[in-house]
């Protein structure tokens, strides 16, 4: 499956996405994972992403269009792919659909997972990542916090609160979707090939995206 998830931070995206891939063997691109390792190994497109990231603001469309563009071409995308919060903005949707048509790839679905903001911003504040960049667990320190306080269960690598995740950055990464990501919604709908799930339960929106593909 070709798939892109939208959706506003903390809405599940790539919890969604890991669930799906799954299924079919479709590989999860996330360009907020490509981005973080970058900034964790000091590349140069991390120096230069790592002041926007901190704000909570959008990286330039050059550096991730870049990145898109070397990804899809990557042998392991034959088999199909999740685009986990990407595209971001109408310009990078515009973008986007030039760079497929030029690697002749057709998507099958976008899919928005509505969830409300309170939601988001409880998950948010509670979630801790591993600090080490080829890992990037995932935990909550209420639903899911590592086996050891501080410590990540997979690599032993210290398990942090994101710069982007404090309270303030949390608003003000919701503000900047709603301005620059909502808008996409009509821009796919247009397009013909767009599904809205309301849900906070990851097998919900599941569900719904197998019952839209006939899966």
């Given amino acids: 499956m070709k798939l892109i998830l939208l959706g506003a931070p903390g809405a599940g995206k790539g919890t969604v996405a890991k669930l799906l891939t799954q299924m079919d063997g479709s590989v999860q691109i996330s360009t907020g994972d490509i981005l973080r390792g970058a900034v964790a190994a000091g590349?140069?497109?991390g120096k230069k992403a790592e002041a926007a990231m901190k704000r909570g603001d959008l990286v330039s469309d050059d550096l991730i269009m870049g990145i898109m563009e070397n990804r899809l071409q990557e042998p392991d995308c034959a088999k199909g792919f999740l685009l986990d919060g990407f595209p971001r903005t109408i310009p990078q949707a515009d973008a986007?659909?030039?760079?497929l048509a030029k690697l002749g790839i057709k998507l099958d679905m976008v899919v928005s997972i509505e969830v409300p903001r309170d939601v988001i911003l409880d998950r948010l504040s509670t979630r801790r990542t591993c600090s080490n960049g080829k890992c990037q667990a995932i935990y909550n320190v209420k639903s899911n916090p590592p086996k050891k306080e501080g410590i990540c269960d997979k690599c032993g690598s210290p398990v942090?609160?994101?710069e982007d995740e404090t309270e303030a950055a949390i608003s003000h990464r919701l503000e900047t979707y709603n301005q620059k990501t909502a808008p996409l919604i009509g821009f796919y709908e247009k397009e013909g090939m767009f599904v809205r799930v309301n849900a906070t339960s990851s097998d919900a929106v599941i569900a719904a995206i197998k019952a839209k593909l006939g899966k």
């Fill in 43 to 45: 590349t140069e497109l």
């Fill in 96 to 99: 986007l659909k030039v760079l």
């Fill in 160 to 162: 942090v609160q994101r």
